[in-house]
């Protein structure tokens, strides 16, 4: 006779007690995902990400560029984007990680052990919560994924554009200088 498995579902307070051991906790409706710590690549990525991004946000005043450690905890979720764009919490709300604003921009880059999640799990995650802009960095087909509300994810491998609806120009950059020196 064949028993169906029980899954466990895990909470945020049994996440928040496991120890500093390098690898990345994430919670998405329960489900627990571990990622041991990213190649070089992956972050040299981000930082060049980070370059282009950060005066683009600065000089439209949409928040901050926030890196791993930063969370969106929503509903008992708490995913850890590779990288996002949110307003900064009110400085009342200190430590209070579920009362920060939505990231307008989240980007996750693929990984061998983050493929099926960044596709999956976290894109139907963070379009329920209403994240308006995300994008799947893979390195491997040197292209990104933008992935909005309402029309099809579109794989691009040329000219990168982002236009939030509060700032007056978008960002554009050529993928390529993603993928090797600016």
Request: charged residues 25%.
């Amino acid at each position: 006779m064949h028993m169906a498995t029980r899954v466990k579902r895990w909470t945020l307070d049994e996440v928040h007690s496991f120890p500093d051991d390098g690898n990345k906790y994430e919670l998405i409706h329960g489900e627990l995902f571990v990622t041991p710590p990213p190649p070089t690549d992956h972050e040299t990525i981000l930082a060049r990400l980070t370059r282009l991004l950060e005066p683009y946000v600065e000089r439209h005043q949409l928040g901050l560029v926030y890196h791993p450690r930063a969370v969106v905890r929503v509903r008992g979720s708490e995913p850890e984007p590779d990288l996002m764009v949110r307003q900064p919490p009110p400085t009342h709300l200190k430590n209070d990680w579920e009362k920060v604003p939505l990231p307008i921009l989240v980007v996750e880059v693929l990984s061998p052990f983050t493929r099926r999640r960044d596709h999956a799990h976290k894109r139907r995650w963070y379009a329920e919560i209403g994240v308006r802009d995300y994008w799947i960095v893979d390195a491997e087909e040197r292209a990104v994924t933008v992935v909005n509300p309402g029309v099809d994810a579109q794989v691009v491998t040329d000219l990168l554009r982002w236009h939030p609806a509060s700032a007056v120009a978008p960002f554009e950059c050529r993928v390529a200088s993603l993928f090797e020196p600016v």
